[in-house]
């Protein structure tokens, strides 16, 4: 839709070889089925057009960058695809050495193995409640400072006039909230914005967002969301748990930490991709078990966002590690409340109990429910097409940290000042109940021993809003009041996501939602003559809350299962399904969902769960890349040297292939090997030669991997002598002798469902002999979508 | 453990070549890694050790089968393998007619498709909710007849003496209901005895269970189930609805019926494994959403027992069947209570509402429930252990029909003569209360206005008991009565499940696990000075219904839903979870869960999640059958039909190869294609000759495959002239020309990770030339299993 200049802002790097990418053809299909093979003597180096970037050099680059001072800007359209996002590895690298280890392994050994995945999901799940539970209790005591201090002063001037003073004290303690919050993401670690819930979906999905999972990410994060929730933005602090549990799951499976330069020596046997993710996902869940209370619903989400390949025991592990984290969470909560022992009240956000007797309802209210959930969707496509808008705008012209810093600043002090002024304006006065619901009644004009109503929405934490508005008795908010509530909330929360701070969208979401849906309450009420009895306001605000949230974010299957365990009671579970399908059909009739938009506007090869429906008239051999750079099985340093320092290529993943001697025949595939690999065997100095003068050395072992992932060194780093560019390496033993491949007539929905369901990173595609013609990579899968006009392609850029 | 001999009984039917697995290599390991191709002139016919034996001839050999009477016994033991079960496809055939469909195919009809699977699903739901809303109905219209008509004969002869006649009158009138329900099942469709839970767990683990979803399949079991509950026996009707709704799964997205020979011509293109599945899995969804109104944990049971590819589509229309499913039952059973339009009350099975104020529970009852968990695993160890001796008896002695239905009439009268005789000792009087809660109180020796708390257990539908010990006030029952009807009922529900009945399992294991939970609460409320006030009967009741059933049937992350959605209530999340792992862990320590055994007894190739972990010393070399029997592309037409005709190997999938003409060099792989669609070929005479003599004929259509699937006629049927032997066949068109395919060297692991997540049924294994060098198949893999002493090898049998 827009074609504009860009700063890619998940993270702040770009790579030097920025406009390589242009000029490589695109399709390269049935018009050249000829491979142009460039046989360099002896070896078969072949050059490739296009293929990924590396991205093996992220803590130097990062060192670099900010020497280097603010990257160039880039022409970005949404059409692209990135070639700068790497593919995680989900298939297990088979090559000897892990054979060799997995059958050393005695049964016992791999119990162990099972036993110690169990004690980091449980660890996983403690630390994640833990977090979870520093998070809340911080927010709730700064944002209680906060009110009582607003609340005093405003008290103080309603009597003698001069509410201006406090508009301003309230508009300057929330900017300086939020300027400590914009702060840390902005000039510190980018990557830590939004909720993250975007980056944690990538990552599911097999692409490697740089910086991610790191600990430097996590205390960012969790500083910042509380600095923008105390600072009163229109967030919420749920989505942010959730990239925490990630983080968490991340560090602690992994068993050492760069950012602290330790290594705890343990849960070695986890240091690769495929276990990582597993307990990614764990932690993912965890973190929405936290937040919600939900540990089924966290199990759900990890599952619908991540998964491809269910696995019985890995599920249970996600839902043990769900588990430990809401009971960590309840545990230590209801010690802070003064209740110790009392579990029943789970999650950050609480939707209160609803009791049974005003939950029932009735057939007829069912198509209700449904148009709310066709209004959810309307709105949800609005909020996401001016995020949209606002997003390019920003990506275009907010792109220096100064910058979003002082938006964050702006956003603050506008949601102050809005809040104020529609307290200061509204005149719906409530009388003040006897059992003191309300945490900070603003009585300000309103008689003695009332409140003003407005106020329990705008001047509270989100969460105790929501709250209200499912809650509180019939009559407490008049249609007025919920109907401005939600014009500018609306608004609000739209500029305020996309903003450099830590924070969800859930809980804006949702009190949007519950704004309007006890409107509709109210008034079907009003205008039924029966109305008075069944529509119930608490109840159309939680419909509310569920169409809009659908509306906004578009899941379905665990959203559900989240919102009927923060109700507490599964009565609702069926019209709140029936919500959620409908606001998310109305809804992707527009557009797509808030987080697929973020993902696509950073143009992440993201793979969907099948090929697009009218692509079974592409082959593998349209959809590959060729010619790929092969190595021979026992190869020459220098080349393997050159092949790696070629920037302007920078693959990843090499065939290896064995050539039949004296004969002209062409090569055979053999195995594939990793660039990562072979720059842990460079540095090793892994070289037939050597190996010969010491013998007694210690062979290269998996430990060497292990130890050098996930950042291995870039090969400029890897001094390599000229004696040594002359030496042969022998990669029999290191490569995956067992890659998976596909002939060349394989349709592309078939190559996709391989590459999908095992999580591939390469695909080595064949001709009959077995010899390489190709390579399929994330990429080559992701470049074609359903677009409105049938197939398309998407562009390749090194953005 | 035991060696006896059985007649197989999921399905009466045995093969003629019954020994011809004797005598084969079973490990065909690197000691014979050279291959004997047998090359029969111009042909390539290789001959096969042991391979899959047919299952297409279904129909026929059911008709033969009564003809030839009873099938002889064969010598079985457990560590067998049976080569009876075929597997299913569920990886799509993309041969050229395939392809040139989806291509011919526009976005648009994808579209319509896409709405028609949603159709499909809709329609599951309804008819799934339908069938269960019937079942109960009669149910408890029949079983009221039945409690009032005894209710009413024992108060007559409670004061003039006599209760004899009585009981009498009870055990005939359960009798004879029993005896309906077993004669329709033992002589009419043994696949319908049991819950179907085992089978339907095949059929979505990729086995092809003959008859299992077949209409009259449907019809016995609902008639089953209905006599054997009202029967009185200690079963539940919850199992059997998710096999009704797989049933009706299958029929309704096939469009047509078998049974009644009816083709609608609607939804052809579902007429494929792939589809069906799919649609299965919605239809078991279904039947768990409808016993247990728990949409979520049907989706979830779904997934956890099938689904190895998940996708996220799927999952919502499996969703959307439950939901659906749950919504008409309840609709229609709302009606039926006169109480329309009332949806919060859903479900067969229904735990009645737990008041908020009872289920809180305190972080000291943790420990408690834990070590419940632990007890139901015991418990439920100790049940499957009995269980499984007693069906090895059975499998040896009783397997006649009429010896099956006798059987099952002896227990029909034994439950109701202890029942009797246990209500009539009990001495447990309770006051009667003024709500009338029970249904048929009995007051029999007790004083006017008591009740006999016995009878409120026994002489009840197992759904109302367990309701009664859930929500009863504390102190309707004394220990002494929990305690006698814990271990009654124990044992009769031990000896029930496995009879030639339609019956569940779920609904005892909760009666059984509800009275000793319950039981347990009364002592601790007893033995702890304050256990009074927390240790509420009715909580520990569902803990320890939880843990009963958790030990017998072992599901964690579904049951805990399930368990969840039936209370209404997502308190107990935490707990159930801590129950049902601990009952899980427990149990598995000693024996598996019910349904695998009955699924190892029954020799099927199941597949397990993963491959055994130490397994990774295996290669594809020693997995695989070799060698294999292939085709050439264009074969002779009197070759094929040999090959099919041969009843000693009875392949299913054969690798089609390419000879180059003139050369010595052995054939290359370049397709697969299966019995199934040679045998449509045939049918059709598709010869290249007779195409040349009739061009005007119409070509083999997709659609052609699909009229004849699932049931293929044998190859015995198709008439073959001597001509027509000598007329070529040109396969090019309907193999499947891009079959997946391992390298010699791979990994057992590594094939079972390919052939698990895509679903396959053939696996071809080349050399490093793309030659065929064997075939995986299902049994190949399936074969391996980690036992006590750590990697075991299960033997192949005809059985």
């Known amino acids: 839709m827009a074609n504009i200049t860009k700063k890619v802002s998940w993270s702040s790097r770009t790579d030097e070889s920025g406009a390589a990418g242009e000029g490589t053809p695109l399709l390269n299909g049935s018009e050249q089925p000829k491979l142009s093979r460039q046989l360099s003597g002896g070896?078969?180096?072949?050059?490739?057009?296009?293929?990924?970037?590396?991205?093996?050099?992220?803590?130097?680059?990062?060192?670099?960058?900010?020497?280097?001072?603010?990257?160039?800007?880039?022409?970005?359209?949404?059409?692209?695809?990135?070639?700068?996002?790497?593919?995680?590895?989900?298939?297990?690298?088979?090559?000897?050495?892990f054979l060799e280890e997995e059958r050393r392994m005695s049964y016992m050994g791999f119990r162990c193995l099972e036993i110690s995945r169990w004690v980091v999901c449980g660890l996983i799940g403690f630390l994640t409640g833990l977090i979870a539970c520093m998070i809340d209790i911080?927010?709730?005591?700064?944002?209680?400072?906060?009110?009582?201090?607003?609340?005093?002063?405003?008290?103080?001037?309603?009597?003698?006039?001069?509410?201006?003073?406090?508009?301003?004290?309230?508009?300057?303690?929330?900017?300086?909230?939020?300027?400590?919050?914009?702060?840390?993401?902005?000039?510190?670690?980018?990557?830590?914005?939004?909720?993250?819930?975007?980056?944690?979906?990538?990552?599911?999905?097999?692409?490697?967002?740089?910086?991610?999972?790191?600990?430097?990410?996590?205390?960012?994060?969790?500083?910042?969301?509380?600095?923008?929730?105390?600072?009163?933005?229109?967030?919420?602090?749920?989505?942010?748990?959730?990239?925490?549990?990630?983080?968490?799951?991340?560090?602690?499976?992994?068993?050492?930490?760069?950012?602290?330069?330790?290594?705890?020596?343990?849960?070695?046997?986890?240091?690769?991709?495929?276990?990582?993710?597993?307990?990614?996902?764990?932690?993912?869940?965890?973190?929405?078990?936290?937040?919600?209370?939900?540990?089924?619903?966290?199990?759900?989400?990890?599952?619908?966002?991540?998964?491809?390949?269910?696995?019985?025991?890995?599920?249970?592990?996600?839902?043990?590690?769900?588990?430990?984290?809401?009971?960590?969470?309840?545990?230590?909560?209801?010690?802070?409340?003064?209740?110790?022992?009392?579990?029943?009240?789970?999650?950050?956000?609480?939707?209160?109990?609803?009791?049974?007797?005003?939950?029932?309802?009735?057939?007829?209210?069912?198509?209700?429910?449904?148009?709310?959930?066709?209004?959810?969707?309307?709105?949800?496509?609005?909020?996401?097409?001016?995020?949209?808008?606002?997003?390019?705008?920003?990506?275009?012209?907010?792109?220096?940290?100064?910058?979003?810093?002082?938006?964050?600043?702006?956003?603050?002090?506008?949601?102050?000042?809005?809040?104020?002024?529609?307290?200061?304006?509204?005149?719906?006065?409530?009388?003040?109940?006897?059992?003191?619901?309300?945490?900070?009644?603003?009585?300000?004009?309103?008689?003695?021993?009332?409140?003003?109503?407005?106020?329990?929405?705008?001047?509270?934490?989100?969460?105790?809003?929501?709250?209200?508005?499912?809650?509180?008795?019939?009559?407490?908010?008049?249609?007025?009041?919920?109907?401005?509530?939600?014009?500018?909330?609306?608004?609000?929360?739209?500029?305020?996501?996309?903003?450099?701070?830590?924070?969800?969208?859930?809980?804006?979401?949702?009190?949007?939602?519950?704004?309007?849906?006890?409107?509709?309450?109210?008034?079907?009420?009003?205008?039924?003559?029966?109305?008075?009895?069944?529509?119930?306001?608490?109840k159309y605000a939680l419909i509310g809350a569920a169409a809009q949230l659908g509306g906004i974010v578009r899941m379905t299957l665990s959203l559900t299962v989240i919102m009927v365990e923060a109700t507490g009671n599964v009565t609702y579970g069926l019209p709140i399904m029936l919500v959620l399908m409908t606001s998310k059909i109305v809804g992707d009739y527009f557009v797509e969902g808030l987080y697929d938009i973020h993902i696509k506007l950073q143009s992440v090869p993201f793979l969907h769960w099948e090929a697009p429906a009218t692509s079974h008239w592409l082959t593998a051999r349209e959809v590959m890349s060729s010619p790929v750079t092969c190595l021979n099985r026992i190869e020459k340093v220098g080349t393997i040297v050159d092949v790696l320092s070629n920037t302007s290529t920078n693959h990843n993943g090499f065939p290896v292939v064995v050539q039949v001697a004296g004969s002209d025949e062409p090569a055979k595939l053999c195995g594939l090997i990793l660039r990562s690999q072979l720059i842990v065997l460079l540095k090793h100095k892994v070289f037939v030669e050597l190996a010969r003068s010491r013998l007694t050395q210690r062979k290269l072992q998996l430990k060497d991997f292990r130890d050098a992932y996930p950042r291995f060194p870039p090969i400029q780093s890897i001094h390599v002598s000229q004696d040594e560019r002359e030496c042969m390496m022998d990669l029999t033993e290191f490569m995956n002798a067992t890659p998976y491949t596909v002939p060349m007539e394989t349709s592309l929905p078939r190559v996709f469902k391989l590459f999908r369901a095992l999580g591939l990173r390469h695909l080595v595609v064949v001709d009959d002999e077995n010899r390489v013609v190709g390579l399929v990579t994330r990429k080559d899968l992701a470049r074609y979508h359903l677009g409105k006009h049938g197939l398309e392609e998407l562009q390749l850029a090194q953005t």
């Open 43 to 97: 070896g078969s180096i072949f050059q490739i057009g296009r293929l990924s970037t590396v991205d093996l050099e992220e803590e130097i680059t990062s060192e670099e960058d900010s020497l280097r001072g603010r990257p160039k800007e880039i022409p970005h359209n949404e059409k692209l695809l990135s070639l700068k996002y790497e593919s995680l590895d989900y298939d297990n690298i088979e090559n000897q050495l």
């Open 138 to 538: 911080v927010v709730e005591e700064l944002a209680g400072i906060k009110y009582q201090v607003v609340k005093w002063n405003i008290e103080k001037f309603t009597e003698v006039g001069g509410l201006s003073i406090s508009l301003i004290l309230w508009a300057v303690l929330n900017s300086v909230f939020v300027m400590m919050g914009a702060i840390v993401v902005a000039f510190f670690e980018p990557i830590a914005a939004g909720s993250g819930i975007p980056q944690i979906k990538c990552y599911l999905n097999g692409v490697k967002i740089p910086r991610v999972v790191r600990l430097k990410t996590l205390v960012v994060k969790v500083f910042g969301v509380i600095c923008s929730v105390v600072g009163g933005l229109a967030v919420g602090k749920e989505g942010p748990m959730i990239h925490s549990g990630a983080v968490v799951a991340a560090g602690v499976s992994q068993g050492r930490s760069t950012s602290l330069k330790r290594d705890f020596k343990i849960f070695e046997y986890f240091r690769r991709d495929t276990e990582k993710r597993d307990f990614v996902s764990a932690g993912a869940a965890a973190g929405v078990s936290a937040a919600f209370g939900a540990p089924v619903g966290g199990v759900l989400f990890s599952l619908e966002e991540g998964a491809s390949f269910w696995n019985q025991m890995l599920t249970w592990r996600i839902f043990f590690a769900s588990m430990i984290s809401t009971f960590t969470l309840n545990f230590f909560l209801s010690i802070y409340h003064n209740n110790p022992g009392d579990l029943s009240n789970p999650g950050l956000i609480n939707f209160g109990r609803f009791e049974t007797d005003s939950v029932t309802y009735n057939l007829y209210e069912i198509p209700l429910f449904i148009a709310m959930g066709a209004i959810g969707g309307l709105l949800g496509a609005l909020f996401n097409v001016l995020n949209y808008w606002l997003t390019i705008f920003r990506i275009r012209y907010v792109h220096r940290p100064c910058l979003q810093v002082m938006e964050a600043m702006l956003v603050a002090a506008v949601t102050a000042t809005v809040s104020f002024t529609m307290i200061y304006f509204s005149n719906d006065c409530q009388p003040l109940g006897p059992e003191h619901t309300e945490e900070y009644p603003l009585q300000l004009f309103c008689a003695d021993g009332e409140y003003n109503s407005m106020a329990t929405a705008f001047f509270n934490t989100p969460e105790r809003s929501v709250r209200s508005l499912f809650h509180n008795q019939p009559g407490s908010y008049n249609p007025l009041t919920l109907g401005l509530f939600t014009l500018t909330y609306f608004f609000l929360a739209c500029w305020t996501y996309g903003l450099a701070v830590s924070a969800g969208v859930f809980i804006p979401s949702l009190l949007i939602g519950a704004a309007w849906g006890r409107l509709c309450g109210i008034l079907l009420a009003s205008i039924t003559s029966t109305g008075s009895i069944w529509a119930d306001p608490g």
